[in-house]
């Protein structure tokens, strides 16, 4: 009976970016997974002919181009195509953009405040330097401050030093930045509702938390610290949808000699005395593998595969309250035309940007409510972008894909699962809140998806539909992910080791708790990583 | 959704003009043959207009034309804008009198440089604060307590610098009466058009000169007074590029070109205190309280202050723009930022920021090595520095009363 040298459970970017470093040190590399398709939650998917949808992820940032780089994802067809800022629609009928141009985006805001217009330079200032703390972080496995071992005793002495680095000023902003609501960190700057609405959706996205409650800040700094090109705080599309990015990484994998299995669900991970064998399929096929490493997230893996009984209490029990809520849905539609919206004038770059609609505090707060009381929320905050005006290979000539992103969805609607019923509510609030804005909208729809919390669950795996395996509070980094003591991705059964977002640095399509996860692999079988790039230099 | 247009929304088509134009645009853009356009905060601006050297010497020997628009300006009024400024801003605004301008900076709390300007008092609580970066919400921060209003007022003014020479003549045959009267430093009120200008004697050029400030509407009629007056005079409209050899001359300093200002310095270490720039001198400890004064005092008993910006005179005359300043030609302690071949002086000088006591006490054996791009090759120099006074010109003509009639 075969066994491969690794077994990577989950065909998503992390787990492809992990069997692709594991591949290229020499290791025999088995990928399974369940789907007809890898990619995970970064998928281009023909949903209706002549489309391709961005399903899950919609935009790219975070993806670090030093991954990009050692796995030659270009050659494999990678392209990310930087796009404008775009716009929040106010009620008034009016909108305030975000301009690329710094002198736009003053004059922009100046027409609502003129105070707001020349605090931008401040905020920019004080956001960038977090950034720059954080971002040599990213590719490092975080220490252990309980271990003596010297790899943890150097790698607290680099956080302690790049900390003491820090001014006073700063290190006060830093610790307020990782515990803060991103309302009252915007208040700090800014007087104007709308100008904070702006800012505070990165505050927001993908998290069960309303812009007034502690720990939103870090969520925005999450969003801010990606890059396109060395252009630090920029997205971009990645061209042929957010697939293009998996397609790659499954290219690169490929080419260097590693195995795909798809439509390969595996049912649990064979463990035999603490350590793990390999994998079950659910057709009860057995793979065995001398390692395993799981692209799943922390709940997933630990409360689906492996069981209960090869777990220690405490670990388990952390599992169990390690938060992962669902927050979040999406809808996804095909368009026979560009909308129009009458607010913005039709030569305005905003249509190549992410549009928004909820322009003050309260209502996304309100939002929120809903969420905590176990419903949609009635009035939803919507990132709504349209690759399609600067990628023409994701639909025809003329039509268009849109990608909105929905907030706020609960994981279970008052206590029940979600119907289907309950999904064609939540789709009408987003096709009646654009309609509000973009009057014949509906006219356009050719196809729609719609994904609820349920949906993503099913199809992605990822428990609750949370798109970041697991919140980015503070609690929940560093160190403390997924959990204290097992944060340097090893598991407390041998062999089985973590991949995905669930582990530092956490969610977004970055690919960096894969790559971090190979190096600790290679590191455990005094395999080389020299194939692996160190984080680049933050000058 | 059926709105009515409003201010705000009409203003959305900004998005059109990423450069604007200023009131005086449609005169540039007639005389711009060289089409040599730079971003000045959002403005169009001209680098040069037909020949930046040529331009430089219309500054020394004629009079030279340059539109500083662009410019960020404050309108502070009110019964308590001279202690709201004097709290804000480091020198002494109880000893500037109503018609006199002053060349001063502010800091922020931790004693480092937001900005320099220039401050003109307009009457005794009406002041107008022009400065290179811009800093309303820091100005009605600090103006929380006082009756006074800040009001930015940088598209309504337009403003124009009127240097060399044959400025003050140019400005008399204009038939701005009594503008002999005005010092270095002076300013008054002129009518112009049914309006009034105000014109002070000040510029950045360390020559006879003077700045013009004007309402946006009447601001091409005052171009074509002074451009009709100044013809037998041989006035001339610059670029940006002879006026920075110019402002070097005199030793000027511009903010971030030769010190990072503090709302921008994203690197802890780039930011500067007065005293690391040059500006100590403007610190006034005899005055109340002022913002960052706790620090600065607190930098200089502690000698914290670890730079210091120096002029400096290169031997040869290949411009050191940029390069690093050795000790003994091999410890790194510094940077020019700003550096040519001066045509008054006939001297290579250069505005440095070194690293302490190198500047500050050991002034000797100072290096540059000057990266020089020949045909694709750098020419690597090695030339000694020495640290010399600021302004590296001084011209009698700049402060003569009255102003000379060429």
Not at chain 1, 72 to 80: A, D, I, N
Not at chain 1, 229 to 249: N, Q
Not at chain 2, 56 to 80: L, N, W
Request: glycine fraction near 8%; include cysteine.
């Amino acid at each position: 009976m075969k066994a491969w040298d690794a077994i990577i459970i989950g065909g998503g970017h992390n787990g492809l970016v992990n069997a692709c470093y594991l591949q290229r040190a020499g290791l025999d590399v088995l990928v399974v997974e369940k789907n007809g398709w890898v990619g995970g939650a970064a998928t281009s998917r023909e949903l209706t002919p002549g489309f391709l949808y961005s399903n899950c992820s919609y935009v790219c940032s975070l993806f670090r181009p030093e991954i990009m780089r050692d796995l030659e994802l270009p050659r494999f067809g990678l392209q990310v195509i930087s796009y404008e800022g775009g716009a929040v629609f106010t009620r008034d009928g009016d909108y305030l953009a975000n301009y690329r141009d710094h002198d736009a985006h003053r004059r922009e805001f100046a027409r609502f405040s003129k105070r707001d217009a020349e605090a931008y330079d401040r905020y920019a200032r004080d956001v960038t330097r977090q950034c720059r703390f954080i971002q040599p972080l990213l590719m490092r496995t975080a220490p252990d401050p309980t271990s003596f071992k010297p790899r943890d005793l150097g790698e607290l002495l680099y956080l302690g030093k790049k900390f003491a680095g820090l001014s006073t000023e700063e290190m006060a902003l830093t610790l307020r930045f990782w515990t803060m609501s991103i309302s009252e960190f915007l208040d700090e700057y800014f007087e104007t509702d709308v100008i904070k609405a702006n800012f505070a959706l990165s505050g927001i996205i993908g998290t069960a938390l309303g812009p007034m409650s502690p720990g939103t800040a870090y969520v925005l700094l999450h969003h801010y610290m990606g890059e396109v090109d060395g252009s630090v705080g920029a997205w971009g599309y990645a061209r042929g949808g957010m697939g293009a990015v998996t397609k790659a990484l499954a290219a690169s994998f490929k080419a260097s000699g590693g195995t795909i299995r798809t439509g390969a669900e595996v049912d649990h991970v064979m463990v035999s005395r603490g350590k793990a064998r390999g994998v079950v399929l659910a057709g009860g096929e057995e793979i065995y593998g001398k390692l395993v490493v799981s692209n799943a997230d922390v709940k997933r893996t630990f409360l689906k595969l492996v069981e209960e009984k090869e777990l220690p209490e405490i670990f388990l029990r952390r599992v169990k309250n390690f938060k992962i809520r669902g927050s979040s849905g999406k809808v996804n539609i095909a368009l026979d035309s560009l909308p129009e919206f009458p607010a913005l004038p039709k030569d305005s770059p905003v249509y190549r940007g992410d549009m928004h609609f909820t322009d003050s505090m309260e209502r996304m707060e309100r939002a929120y409510d809903d969420w905590k009381a176990g419903r949609w929320s009635a009035d939803p905050f919507l990132d709504m972008v349209i690759p399609t005006t600067l990628d023409p290979t994701m639909a025809p000539p003329g039509k268009h894909f849109m990608s909105c992103f929905v907030q706020y969805a609960p994981p279970k609607v008052d206590g029940r699962e979600w119907t289907d019923a309950d999904r064609d509510g939540f789709a009408e609030s987003v096709i009646s809140q654009i309609s509000d804005y973009s009057p014949g909208f509906r006219d356009r729809i050719v196809h729609m998806e719609v994904r609820t919390p349920r949906e993503i669950e099913a199809e992605v795996g990822l428990t609750e539909g949370n798109i970041f395996q697991g919140e980015l509070t503070f609690d929940q980094l560093l160190f403390n992910r997924p959990v204290p003591g097992y944060a340097q991705y090893r598991s407390p059964v041998g062999g089985l080791y973590m991949c995905g977002s669930s582990t530092h640095p956490g969610g977004g399509v970055m690919g960096a708790p894969g790559r971090n996860a190979a190096a600790e692999i290679l590191r455990d079988l005094a395999k080389s990583t020299s194939h692996m790039s160190p984080a680049h230099d933050v000058i | 959704m059926n709105h009515q247009p409003t201010a705000r929304t009409l203003a959305q088509s900004h998005f059109r003009t990423l450069r604007l134009g200023t009131p005086f645009q449609p005169r540039l853009d007639a005389l711009a043959k060289t089409q040599d356009w730079y971003n000045w905060a959002g403005y169009r601006a001209p680098h040069s207009l037909w020949d930046e050297e040529l331009e430089y010497f219309a500054i020394r020997s004629q009079a030279a034309v340059f539109d500083i628009s662009p410019m960020t300006k404050y309108r502070i009024e009110g019964p308590d804008a001279e202690a709201f400024l004097d709290r804000v801003t480091l020198r002494d605004v109880t000893r500037l009198k109503p018609g006199r301008v002053h060349y001063t900076a502010w800091c922020d709390d931790e004693g480092f440089v937001l900005d320099d300007g220039t401050l003109f008092r307009l009457s005794p609580t009406r002041f107008r604060l022009c400065s290179q970066e811009r800093h309303l919400p820091w100005l009605l921060d600090s103006a929380i307590g006082y009756e006074v209003s800040v009001e930015e007022e940088t598209e309504a003014v337009a403003g124009l610098a009127l240097q060399g020479p044959t400025s003050f003549a140019v400005l008399r045959d204009a038939g701005f009466s009594g503008v002999e009267k005005l010092k270095v430093f002076d300013l008054a009120d002129f009518p112009h058009d049914g309006t009034s200008i105000t014109i002070s004697r000040t510029g950045f050029t360390g020559d006879l000169g003077y700045e013009l400030f004007v309402p946006a509407d009447k601001a091409l009629g005052l171009w074509d007074r002074l451009m009709a007056a100044g013809e037998r005079r041989g006035i001339r409209a610059i670029g940006y590029t002879a006026l920075n050899r110019a402002r070097l001359e005199a030793g000027l300093i511009v903010a971030n070109a030769d010190f990072t200002t503090a709302e921008h310095a994203i690197r802890a270490d780039r930011l500067r205190m007065p005293d690391e720039i040059g500006l100590g001198f403007m610190v006034d400890l005899e005055k109340g309280h002022f913002n960052g004064r706790r620090a600065i005092l607190e930098a200089r008993a502690r000698r914290k202050l670890r730079h210091v910006l120096v002029g400096l005179e290169i031997e040869g005359n290949i411009p050191a723009e940029h390069a690093i300043v050795y000790h003994k030609k091999s410890q790194e302690v510094g940077l020019v930022s700003a550096a040519m071949w001066s045509p008054m002086a006939k001297r290579n000088v250069a505005i440095a920021s070194l690293t302490r006591p190198y500047g500050d006490t050991i002034v000797d054996d100072l290096w540059v090595e000057i990266y020089a791009m020949r045909e694709l090759q750098y020419q690597k120099l090695m030339k000694r520095a020495k640290v010399v006074a600021r302004p590296f010109i001084k011209l009698d003509r700049r402060t003569a009363n009255p102003p000379a009639d060429f």
